[in-house]
């Protein structure tokens, strides 16, 4: 590498590290503000602080180069225009292409890294993050059981424990009450008992030892109720806590916390069920119709059914039946096209993300094309005016994104066309900027 690429590198590098940290903070400790709840549980480690901020990494550094990288740009090279280290270096016979040099392989080496990270460690850490904080709030939810207190956060139980050790977090003397089934409730009574967080998705294991299961039906007497179906050494209750994760806000979007081959096994099978469902549809419409020509009756027939109804056949005229089954047969086929079409637009946002993976890396690229012609031609006009047009040409970059994704998800255009809409804008800008900038010079 040349002196003055090497110059230009540093004066690029240093605020890039500096707006890269300080945003990486920002996001952290946003994100921490939206799970505080969670985050400031009794049963809450600083490992599982250093845990989670681990698996976000990946995620907030594809979310914060792009634009640390073009306020370092604007930053950096504005600096030298100012400072007339352009003019000398111009003076000295330095061509303008030079300037374009260190900017652009850094540019591509933060794609690169993006797009690596796209791929695996940012789906990979945002998944193991909505696991592991599952596990946090399940997790609280055995300190949050108080002794002598009942427990009934989540729907359907009711959890008692006599003594709750604080270390442990064992229970002593445990009754619990599944009012989960609309017909009968079950009673659990133990003498000791914990709670295991490890579940898989939103099981909550309850270790329960040394008691008898009661259960009562709908209509029976106390008497009855009371009755003992069973007793236990060692059980195992599996609890639901689907409303306890609800609470997760670290959760990641499903899509987001998947890697790009499963995003597309997913909406191929998206697309095949919404091709069932649009057969099945067309096959219920090229079905004949019920036949309307039925011979007349007799009189005496007549006499006889209008004496003895028969009340298993549906009511009203032939007309009036034929009628009612095609409008059932429509709003089958009609049900069947809004789901079709709802899976096919879901495929269509999968599509679209999994396209955001490589074109949102990208943007460090064509962020480059755009900021070295500004901040080379910025001259006395200071850094404010350069961290606004930073802020400026991200927000224009982010409206373009959304758009793009909108026109994806609508199908107006192909998904990874429509993922690339802001940097064709942005590469075309750059390019005018690029010719202006040599013309001026």
């Known amino acids: 590498m040349h002196r003055i690429d090497r110059y230009i590198f540093g004066e690029i590098f240093i605020p890039f590290v500096s707006a890269l940290a300080f945003l990486f903070t920002l996001l952290f400790a946003m994100q921490m503000?939206?799970?505080?709840?969670?985050?400031?549980?009794?049963?809450?480690?600083?490992?599982?602080?250093?845990?989670?901020?681990?698996?976000?990494?990946?995620?907030?550094?594809v979310m914060a180069v792009p634009i640390s990288f073009l306020?370092?740009?604007?930053?950096?090279?504005?600096?030298?225009s100012e400072d007339r280290e352009i003019m000398a270096l111009k003076a000295s016979g330095v061509g303008t292409s030079r300037l374009w040099a260190a900017p652009l392989a850094?540019?591509?080496?933060?794609?690169?890294v993006g797009i690596g990270f796209g791929y695996g460690p940012e789906p990979i850490g945002l998944a193991e993050v909505d696991r592991h904080i599952n596990e946090l709030i399940k997790k609280n939810m055995a300190g949050d059981v108080k002794p002598g207190?009942?427990?009934?956060?989540?729907r359907g139980i009711t959890l008692y424990a006599q003594?709750?050790?604080?270390?442990?977090?064992?229970?002593?003397?445990?009754?619990?009450?599944d009012e989960r089934s609309e017909t009968d409730s079950t009673l659990w009574l133990a003498r000791h008992g914990y709670v295991d967080p490890h579940g898989s998705d939103a099981s909550l294991l309850l270790q329960l030892s040394d008691g008898e299961i009661h259960q009562a039906s709908e209509g029976e007497t106390a008497e009855q109720a009371s009755s003992v179906i069973a007793g236990f050494g060692q059980c195992t209750l599996?609890?639901?806590?689907?409303?306890?994760?609800?609470?997760?806000?670290f959760g990641a979007t499903r899509r987001e916390a998947m890697l790009p081959g499963q995003l597309k096994m997913v909406a191929e099978e998206l697309r095949a069920e919404a091709l069932r469902l649009r057969a099945e549809a067309a096959q219920g419409e090229n079905a004949e119709t019920p036949n309307e020509s039925v011979p007349a009756a007799s009189a005496a027939d007549a006499g006889n059914v209008s004496e003895l109804p028969d009340k298993s056949r549906p009511q009203g005229t032939l007309d009036e039946r034929s009628r009612?089954?095609?409008?059932?047969?429509?709003?089958?086929?009609?049900?069947?096209?809004?789901?079709?079409?709802?899976?096919?637009?879901?495929?269509?946002k999968i599509d679209v993300a999994r396209a955001r993976r490589l074109a949102a890396p990208l943007a460090a690229i064509v962020f480059a094309m755009c900021a070295v012609p500004l901040a080379i031609g910025r001259r006395q006009?200071?850094?404010?005016?350069?961290?606004?047009?930073?802020?400026?040409c991200y927000i224009g970059y982010y409206t373009l994104e959304r758009i793009g994704e909108g026109m994806g998800e609508s199908g107006t255009l192909p998904a990874m066309l429509a993922a690339q809409i802001p940097n064709i804008a942005f590469c075309v800008i750059g390019l005018w900027l690029v010719r202006r900038s040599l013309k001026v010079m």
Do not use: W
């Open 33 to 61: 503000l939206r799970g505080i709840e969670i985050m400031l549980g009794a049963s809450v480690s600083a490992f599982d602080l250093f845990y989670v901020a681990a698996c976000l990494v990946p995620h907030f550094v």
């Open 71 to 80: 306020f370092a740009v604007v930053i950096g090279l504005g600096r030298l």
């Open 106 to 112: 850094l540019a591509a080496i933060l794609a690169a």
């Open 149 to 154: 207190v009942f427990y009934d956060a989540i």
């Open 163 to 177: 003594e709750v050790d604080s270390k442990s977090r064992r229970f002593t003397n445990v009754l619990l009450v």
């Open 238 to 249: 599996n609890i639901q806590a689907n409303e306890l994760l609800k609470k997760n806000r």
């Open 324 to 348: 009612a089954l095609l409008n059932a047969q429509q709003a089958r086929q009609g049900d069947q096209l809004r789901r079709a079409e709802k899976k096919e637009k879901e495929a269509r």
């Open 381 to 392: 006009r200071g850094q404010g005016l350069g961290i606004l047009a930073s802020m400026a």
